[in-house]
């Protein structure tokens, strides 16, 4: 019988210490690589950065434009325009309160006889108030005034993005459009539109929306706080077709 080798003891530590350095260095190398390629979000402006990265632009088939154009909650603007222009945003984003001061005024400044805009709930799940505030503004439109609570809340985002509780601030809202509010109070806490602003949220996951503002002009998607110039590009084109 061949005699059995013996590994010599003192090669077991130091095998031990080369695994070790090989994990080490493969460890940091992998960091690097995370870093270099921008890596995991870890707080919420990465992750808003993140939602703001625009997909692959795609134009809705009239079957899914039907869908997101019809039963809408919120709506304006003249019902046979050529150009309908549905909008999935969110109170608490800042990017979508970035547009609502620069092109969508200068959309509706432009265009605004030509235009059905119909506005949908997608409240990201890393903003803390945004189902709140989507569901204060349809309570408000309960007394013919979302679109002026749709406007204050955009105004104000800033100053209640950042409360822990935004009750008095949204009191204060209430009370500076003249809204009655018991009623208000009444309806937000009922939870009257807790469902429906969840159905928007999934409406928009079953068209391709990962992130807020996202837009879709006669279907034609368009993502992010877009300059004017963009948004006008794709109107146009819509216009004359």
Same mark, same amino acid.
């Given at each position: 019988m061949a005699e059995e080798k013996k590994i010599p003891s003192f090669t077991m530590p130091l095998l031990a210490i080369l695994v070790a350095v090989a994990a080490f260095l493969a460890g940091s190398f992998w960091q690097k690589i995370r870093v270099l390629e921008g890596g995991t979000p870890r707080n919420e402006a990465a992750q808003e950065e993140t939602a703001q990265v625009p997909? %692959? %632009?795609? =134009?809705? #088939?009239? %079957?899914?434009? !039907?869908?997101?154009?019809?039963? #809408?909650? =919120?709506?304006?603007?003249?019902?046979?325009?050529?150009?309908?222009? =549905?909008?999935?945003?969110?109170?608490? +984003?800042?990017? +979508? !309160?970035?547009? =609502?001061?620069?092109?969508?005024?200068?959309?509706?400044e432009e265009y605004g006889d030509q235009i059905r805009y119909i506005f949908r709930d997608f409240p990201l799940s890393f903003h803390q108030h945004a189902q709140t505030m989507a569901e204060g503004a349809r309570c408000a439109g309960d007394q013919d005034q979302y679109w002026e609570m749709h406007d204050l809340l955009f105004e104000k985002n800033a100053e209640w993005s950042v409360e822990e509780d935004v009750s008095t601030l949204l009191a204060g809202y209430t009370s500076q459009l003249g809204l009655d509010v018991k009623e208000f109070n009444n309806c937000l806490d009922s939870g009257k539109y807790t469902q429906a602003v969840k159905d928007d949220f999934a409406l928009g996951q079953s068209v391709g929306v990962s992130g807020t503002p996202t837009f879709f002009i006669n279907g034609q998607q368009l993502v992010g706080a877009q300059p004017f110039e963009a948004f006008k590009t794709i109107i146009e084109e819509a216009l004359n077709q």
């Amino acid at each position: 019988m061949a005699e059995e080798k013996k590994i010599p003891s003192f090669t077991m530590p130091l095998l031990a210490i080369l695994v070790a350095v090989a994990a080490f260095l493969a460890g940091s190398f992998w960091q690097k690589i995370r870093v270099l390629e921008g890596g995991t979000p870890r707080n919420e402006a990465a992750q808003e950065e993140t939602a703001q990265v625009p997909p %692959e %632009e795609m =134009v809705l #088939g009239a %079957e899914e434009v !039907a869908k997101i154009s019809e039963g #809408g909650a =919120v709506v304006k603007g003249k019902e046979d325009a050529p150009l309908t222009i =549905v909008e999935f945003s969110e109170y608490q +984003c800042p990017f +979508c !309160a970035r547009y =609502v001061e620069d092109a969508y005024l200068q959309i509706w400044e432009e265009y605004g006889d030509q235009i059905r805009y119909i506005f949908r709930d997608f409240p990201l799940s890393f903003h803390q108030h945004a189902q709140t505030m989507a569901e204060g503004a349809r309570c408000a439109g309960d007394q013919d005034q979302y679109w002026e609570m749709h406007d204050l809340l955009f105004e104000k985002n800033a100053e209640w993005s950042v409360e822990e509780d935004v009750s008095t601030l949204l009191a204060g809202y209430t009370s500076q459009l003249g809204l009655d509010v018991k009623e208000f109070n009444n309806c937000l806490d009922s939870g009257k539109y807790t469902q429906a602003v969840k159905d928007d949220f999934a409406l928009g996951q079953s068209v391709g929306v990962s992130g807020t503002p996202t837009f879709f002009i006669n279907g034609q998607q368009l993502v992010g706080a877009q300059p004017f110039e963009a948004f006008k590009t794709i109107i146009e084109e819509a216009l004359n077709q």
